[in-house]
């Protein structure tokens, strides 16, 4: 353990001393913003929005990268209809690197696709986990990095959210989903040092304004009362059957429809994204603590 948490201490002094020496003006440096999307319960919508949250993040400019976070079931790269070669599970075992696997898509953003079938390897050894570590630092030089992660609590999506500037949790206004993303920003107030993190909340599949008004004060309310969390309201999404539609034709909504009131709703999200600051100090090399404390 002290040999390993040595290694992910050098790694960070060398990530430290080339930062130094490449930039010229440390101002042009690039930050990546990492935002994880979660969810207690499975299936609430957290790789719709992931995916059309890139596209709207992408049409203001960004570059964008989703990493599909899940290493037993992924289905990232099935939203798109594509079949990369290569996924997580070959950078985790150390076959490619982070750059060798990503793939860009038509959309305008790229891809890191997830390790679909491996569910033996869905909690990672503490070699692995660095490994990972070093490999996503690769991905900085993006404006923007959203990792989609499998339901539930398992050490990896801790890692993740830990990892990220701003960790989105997905409910929608069904009684078990609430439950489980209570349940989920219970762990978070728990396990994780998120003093430094927005932890941001997305009402999806509602039919009225009020009614994921409803969701997210009683949520919020809950947060702040027994957690002392504080936890923003960032917005909801109608149901809407272009979601579903969508998903059938293996295409994102905010392509194959810009003007549906699901792909309104992504694009109020992220401007509300847009307008959250980063809290202090974060950006990759935070990143990088938030991995090493947790190591
Ligand atoms: N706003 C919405 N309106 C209508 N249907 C939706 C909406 N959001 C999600 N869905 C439906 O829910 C399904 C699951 O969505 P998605 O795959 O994004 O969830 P997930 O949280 O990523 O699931 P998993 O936990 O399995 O990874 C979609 O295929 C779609 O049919
Ligand atoms: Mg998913």
Known sequence: MEDQAEKLREIMRQKKGSGEQNSSDPKERKRARVITITSGKGGVGKTNVSVNMALAYARLGKKVVVMDADLGLANVNVMLNMIPKWNLYHVIRKQKTMKEIMVDTEYGI?????????????????????????????????DIIIIDTSAGVSSNVLDFIAAAD??????????????????????????????????????????????????????????????????????????????????????????????????????????????????????????????????
């Open 110 to 142: 790229s891809i890191v696709a997830g390790a679909s079938g491996f569910s033996k390897i869905a909690n990672l050894t503490e070699d692995e986990r660095m490994n990972f570590i070093d490999e996503l630092d690769t991905l900085s030089n993006a």
């Open 166 to 295: 701003d960790a989105v949790i997905i409910t929608t206004p069904e009684p078990t989903a609430i439950t489980d993303a209570y349940g989920i920003i219970k762990i978070i107030a728990t396990e994780i040092d998120s003093l430094n993190m927005g932890l941001k909340l997305v009402v999806n599949r509602v039919h009225s304004v009020a009614e994921a008004k409803k969701v997210a004060d009683r949520m919020t309310n809950i947060a702040g009362q027994f957690l002392n969390l504080k936890v923003d309201y960032l917005g909801f999404i109608y149901d809407d059957i272009a979601v579903s539609h969508a998903v059938l034709r293996q295409r994102p909504f905010m392509v194959t429809e810009p003007r549906s009131k699901a792909s309104i709703c992504i694009q109020h999200i992220v401007g509300r994204m847009e307008k959250s600051d980063i809290k202090e100090s974060a950006g990759f090399s935070m990143m990088m603590k938030r991995l090493f404390d947790r190591g």
